[in-house]
């Protein structure tokens, strides 16, 4: 008998999108499925798109619940599904109709605990394209295999940026065990959840097809920046990096500490060209903070000392960046020019 896999989706005021994005389940090559919809207090039509469609399909089922986040309804698609493996996937987005197969059969032949796919980031008018694709091609051999230590480090270094969401990922359901998200976080809460599953001993297979189709739009909340989502993120980087640092791998904690701090910097700059104040305030005290971290004072002297710029002095850093890529174009752009038209 064929493993059922649970697939399960957050809903929350998608409704322009939801269609196409369960569409693209239903018409997956693999068929053995249950469709995991956790509307999470929608106020749009989304709750009713839901309900037409377990109605139309039996295989999907609705979970309502008033407004508590993505985390709390991810919980819940957890604790309800009853496949051999979970599939997350967003409302907004869509699927490659191969991928289910492929992944199934990959964590099948491997033996691996969670399978991912590369992002593709489409618009409104790719989706449609994608709506009426026909290809069925099959990739069962095009993947990378990492064990547990190699995924903690390329995770940890950021070298393998599409576990940092949860959605195209396919998890074996006993070795989820009893991680679920963490509901207190509104921001990384998947980047997190997909750590704690390497810290459990998870290996990886990464499908070299770019089978998750991503929407990019205004609406996204990976594009809002607020005090709360930015304290929500930096609680889940300093956690990896904490955390590194306590397994005794010093590399890969320097490299998150690199990152949050490059991370802090960005949300400053914004901040500031926005003329958000309590943003920027937010951010000095935190930066105020980092300052006194052992960590810190062992990253390279040009990190930190464009970090001190950036919170401290930044007119000098304007100044820096201008200096910085006068140079880049006069030794990239004009010398090599200038060779070529004397030689």
Known sequence: MK????????????????????????????QHFELILIDDGSKDTSKTICTKMCNLDKRIHLVSQYHQGISVARNKGIKAAKGNYLFFLDSDDMIHPCLLEVLHTILVRTHASLASAE???????????????????RYFSDYIYLDNQSSIDLFAQGYTNMLYGIGGIMIRRADVKNQFFDETLTVGEDTKFVYQLLLQGADVIILNKTWYYYRRYGGNSSQKRTVASCTSMFRCESYMRDT??????????????????????????ASRKNKNQKMCNYLRALAKNELTSKIFLQNCWQIRLR???????????????MVSGLHYRIVNILLPAIHRSLF
Not at 130 to 135: A, R, S, V
Not at 309 to 320: A, D, I, K, N, Q
């Open 244 to 269: 590194e640092l306590k397994n005794s791998r010093h590399d890969n904690a320097l490299k998150q500490e690199f990152i949050l701090l490059d991370r802090m910097c960005e949300w400053y700059m």
């Open 119 to 137: 992002y593709h980031f489409i618009t409104n008018e790719d989706s449609q394209k994608i709506t009426k694709q026909k290809t069925k091609d």
């Open 3 to 30: 493993d059922l896999i649970s697939i399960i989706i957050p809903v929350y005021n998608t409704s322009s999108y939801l269609y196409s994005c369960i569409q693209s389940v239903i018409e997956q090559t693999y």
């Open 307 to 321: 970090f001190v710029l950036v919170f401290y002095c930044f007119p000098l850093y304007s100044l820096w960046l």
